[in-house]
């Protein structure tokens, strides 16, 4: 049973960098199937692309963040990991990390989500 | 403002059939057949719910059924149930730069 699991502080101050990490367990990040990444929801609003990549490296991100948003992945840990620089209070949401079918482009498997608060 | 069009919310007693409407562009629903839909229950992760348009994950019961007619897509349950109070988000693929958008999200009520 794949799960993955976010973890990461649940305070940033403003102008930081926000990062989180995923954890991966029950299956490998090291396949060609599919792809990792990260949304975010808002509190009381709805949800967000922030990015996924490949177990190689490759990466895609949603347009309005990619100036802020990294994405990287370390297969040894089977862990892949988000950075979110300059945050501002808007940034304040629930941060999912979920696996995306690479060939039917739906995300079937995600975390239990953690909330991150900007705030000084 | 989300890429997708969803009505805020949609109910129907126990046992209906109500259908929640997703509205895209020729750029994302109406190019790709990826248009996948997900339940959210308070305080929980979403949910897979129909993936390709139309195809259940195992699991997911037959009440959920979904379909897509040029730019918009829908998702309609069956038989109505209690549980199936929750808020439905509605993702299409919109290109290689663009792997997923999503709707503003509509709360399904059961009365």
């Known amino acids: 049973q794949l799960q993955l699991q976010e973890s990461g502080p649940g305070l940033v101050k403003p102008s930081e960098t926000l990062s989180l990490t995923c954890t991966v367990s029950g299956g490998s990040i090291s396949t060609t199937l599919y792809y990792w990444g990260w949304i975010r929801q808002p509190p009381g609003k709805g949800l967000e692309w922030i990015g996924s990549?490949?177990?190689?490296?490759?990466?895609f991100f949603n347009p309005s963040l990619k100036s802020r948003v990294t994405i990287s992945v370390d297969t040894s840990k089977n862990q892949f990991s988000l950075k979110l620089s300059s945050v501002t209070a808007a940034d304040t949401a629930m941060f999912y990390c979920a696996r995306l079918d690479s060939s039917g482009l739906h995300f079937d498997c995600w975390g239990q989500g953690t909330l991150v608060t900007v705030s000084s | 403002q989300s890429v997708l069009t969803q009505p805020p919310s949609a109910s129907g007693s126990p046992g209906q059939s109500v259908t929640i409407s997703c509205t895209g562009t020729?750029?994302?629903?109406?190019?790709?057949?990826?248009v996948s839909w997900y339940q959210q229950h308070p305080g929980k992760a979403p949910k897979l719910m129909i993936y390709?348009?139309?195809k259940r994950p195992s699991g997911v019961p037959d009440r959920f059924s979904g379909s897509k007619s040029g730019n918009t897509a829908s998702l309609t349950v069956s038989g109505l149930q209690a549980e199936d109070e929750a808020d439905y988000y509605c993702?299409?693929?919109?290109?290689?730069?663009?792997?997923?958008?999503f709707g503003g999200g509509t709360k399904l009520t059961v009365l």
């Open positions: 993702s299409s693929y919109a290109g290689s730069n663009n792997l997923a958008v």
């Open positions: 990549m490949y177990y190689s490296g490759s990466t």
């Open positions: 020729s750029s994302d629903v109406g190019d790709y057949n990826y």
């Open positions: 390709e348009v139309s």
